[in-house]
């Protein structure tokens, strides 16, 4: 049986995990990640946020990105066929950057993992971990790889698993999710948006024309490539006949803005679908472990928070986790749980007003871009959910209720 001992392990070599890892080898920590797939592997969640842009930066890896040729993004522009609004990033209240990128997650992810174990940590795919112990003195991790069986040691473990919620299953951590189950059916696609009335340099969210629970997402890629997917709630998906990829496109035609856009697009790969995707925990770190990105709690793909989540995660483990690997006590609710949860809090207020209609109203009938208002709102948009001078952080329920009410 193989065995190592390293400062930290990571489960998990996606944006979470590999930042992670970035971050704690530039430390001189010894670090190790263990992914259970292979890469590069297809992932959904293409759309960044400007603010993670701040978290590339602080690791070194923004050139790296900057270099990689993916699409352009500045903002996003919605629809729901009779009404049209248009939200660009660099209009925002909180100061970072406005800009970010569409990218195709096989080769985001897998250009993280590399920057990682260029950066030294040891990163080994195809790691199956299947039990974990903790003592006083760290964390034991048990699994198969493909040399067989492992059992490494390390002061301190890190889920970054992602839907794979290694850590929360094993440890029962699981908690009821905030939101109602609902379907998202979604596939890439060989576009032909070429001269059509469509910028690639944002993502285009459309509302269903009858029913404000389906929404549907278009993310362009570079080289005429897309990301196209629908949200669905159970009862009305089961209203359509057919496969998979049947439903999606019928789903897909009831929208003209969506039906026009996508006419000759061409299924780059099967239609997939996933629901009950919105996840919860009991508890996000404790003296041996911390839980990262969607390991830890995922609320809905529809404002693309997720690799912004991911990476708040990993950047708000690096300073208690150093402070308590040199002696220190730390208190990990109040150092990395109770900050963490701030932004995700905000994004859920955001998540809910848009399923109750009030972020729509809000959105397709907006303040003048020079309106503070709008500029706050924007900036939660652009993913600056831990920005506590920004009202709508802190508050966000109650002050989107007050704008929804003057703009609906």
Same mark, same amino acid.
């Given at each position: 049986?193989?065995?190592d ?62 270099? /990689? ?19 660009d ?7 970072g ?31 199956? &971990? ?7 003195s ?5 699994g ?120 000759? /697009? ?29 390991a830890g ?39 990395f749980?109770?900050p ?10 955001? &998540? ?24 706050? &709102? ?29 703009c609906?």
């Amino acid at each position: 049986m193989k065995s190592d001992h390293f400062d930290v392990i990571i489960i998990g070599a996606g944006p979470a995990g590999a930042l992670a890892a970035t971050r704690l080898v530039q430390q001189g920590l010894k670090v190790a990640v263990l992914e259970k797939s292979s890469f590069p592997r297809f992932v959904i969640g293409e759309s960044l946020l400007p603010q993670s842009m701040e978290f590339l930066e602080k690791a070194g890896l923004l050139p790296r990105i900057d270099a /990689a040729g993916f699409q352009h993004k500045n903002g996003a522009n919605f629809s729901d066929d009779r009404r049209f609004s248009s939200i660009d990033f660099s209009r925002k209240f909180t100061a970072g950057p406005g800009t970010t990128y569409q990218v195709e997650r096989e080769k985001f992810d897998t250009l993280l993992a590399e920057a990682a174990a260029d950066a030294g940590a040891d990163v080994r795919f195809q790691q199956d &971990v299947t039990a974990v112990r903790f003592d006083s003195s760290g964390a034991e991790v048990s699994g198969e790889g493909p040399e067989g069986a492992f059992q490494h040691t390390a002061r301190f473990l890190v889920d970054a698993s992602g839907y794979g919620r290694v850590l929360p299953r094993l440890m029962k951590l699981d908690a009821p999710a905030d939101f109602p189950v609902r379907h998202a059916l979604f596939t890439h696609v060989d576009d032909e948006l070429e001269g059509r009335d469509f910028d690639r340099n944002k993502i285009l969210i459309a509302v269903h024309p009858k029913y404000r629970d389906i929404w549907y997402w278009l993310i362009p890629f570079s080289g005429r490539k897309s990301s196209v997917g629908v949200i669905v709630p159970p009862e009305k998906l089961a209203q359509y006949d057919g496969s998979k990829s049947d439903k999606y496109w019928s789903i897909i035609r009831e929208s003209e803005s969506m039906r026009t856009l996508l006419e000759g /697009a061409r299924e780059r790969r099967p239609v997939s679908e996933i629901s009950g995707y919105s996840t919860k925990v009991s508890r996000m770190a404790g003296p041996q472990f911390a839980l990262l990105g969607n390991a830890g709690e995922f609320l809905d793909p529809v404002f693309s928070s997720g690799v912004t989540v991911a990476f708040k995660s990993a950047d708000l483990l690096i300073e208690p986790l150093m402070r308590q690997l040199s002696g220190e006590k730390v208190d990990w609710e109040q150092d990395f749980a109770q900050p963490l949860k701030v932004g995700v809090d905000c994004f859920r207020a955001f &998540v809910e007003a848009w399923y109750r209609g009030d972020l729509q109203d809000i959105i397709f009938n907006p303040p003048s871009d020079n309106n503070p208002i709008k500029q706050m &709102v924007v900036s939660i948009l652009a993913g600056y959910a831990w920005d506590e001078k920004n009202p709508f952080v802190i508050e966000g329920r109650r002050y989107l209720d007050m704008v929804a009410q003057q703009c609906a």
